[in-house]
Antibody, heavy 120, light 110 residues
Framework: QVQLQESGPGLMKPSETLSLTCSVS????????WSWIRQPAGKGLEWIGR???????KYNPSIKSRVTMSVDTSKNQFSLRLTSVTAADTAVYYC??????????????WGRGTLVTVSS | QSVLTQPPSVSAAPGQRVTISCSGG????????VSWYQQLPGTAPKLLIY???RRPSGVSDRFSGSKSGTSATLTVTGLRTGDEALYYC???????????FGGGTKVTVL
């Protein structure tokens, strides 16, 4: 059973760069797709983007200019980097195992989520 | 405003049935599969349905999904207090080239 665990800073100031890491256990991330999804308090889910174990990526066009994802197969981790954060980026950030398909797009395993608050 | 449209809330008595609709367009639900997620209070979403109607191992058969044209439906039968949660639909949008979710539906057991 694959398990995912997010880690990150918790509290940030506007204009800073957010860095989050997702540690994967129970499965090698090399041959699969992995996504980041966020959820502002009291609001719905927003897909941020996905990364394949080889490092290829696909980002949500609405946020693409500020997002970079990377993978470290030696640590079985993948990461999210979001630049120039504002209060609108305050949310719970989830990492999830992605189906890898566009036609049949879904997430069958999720981390517990980590709250990121952007405040001056 | 979400690309996929869900009712904000639905409710029913224990043992009854609720249906949650998810309305989209040709570029998302019309051309691609739909998935459904259950989010219990304070927890991460959990996959309930994928490929429009398939259930992952361990998901109760009280949950079922269907799709017709550009809309999808999640049905919960034999409603229990433990089913009180937020439910989200999701699909890939080929025009936006992005995954999209519905705004979520709160299920209340009366």
């Amino acid at each position: 059973q694959v398990q995912l665990q997010e880690s990150g800073p918790g509290l940030m100031k506007p204009s800073e760069t957010l860095s989050l890491t997702c540690s994967v256990s129970g499965e090698s991330l090399s041959g699969d797709y992995w996504s980041w999804i966020r959820q502002p308090a009291g609001k719905g889910l927003e897909w941020i983007g996905r990364i394949y174990g080889s490092g290829s990526t696909k980002y949500n066009p609405s946020i693409k200019s500020r997002v970079t994802m990377s993978v470290d197969t030696s640590k079985n981790q993948f990461s999210l980097r979001l630049t120039s954060v504002t209060a609108a980026d305050t949310a719970v950030y989830y990492c999830a195992k992605d189906s890898g398909s566009y036609v049949n797009w879904y997430f069958d395993e999720w981390g517990r989520g980590t709250l990121v608050t952007v405040s001056s | 405003q979400s690309v996929l449209t869900q009712p904000p809330s639905v409710s029913a008595a224990p043992g009854q049935r609720v249906t949650i609709s998810c309305s989209g367009g040709r570029s998302n639900i019309g051309d691609n599969y739909v998935s459904w997620y259950q989010q219990l209070p304070g927890t991460a979403p959990k996959l309930l349905i994928y490929e429009n109607y398939r259930r992952p191992s361990g998901v109760s058969d009280r949950f079922s999904g269907s799709k017709s044209g550009t809309s999808a439906t999640l049905t919960v039968t034999g409603l229990r207090t433990g089913d009180e949660a937020l439910y989200y639909c999701g699909s890939w949008d080929s025009r936006l080239t992005s995954g999209v979710f519905g705004g979520g539906t709160k299920v209340t057991v009366l």
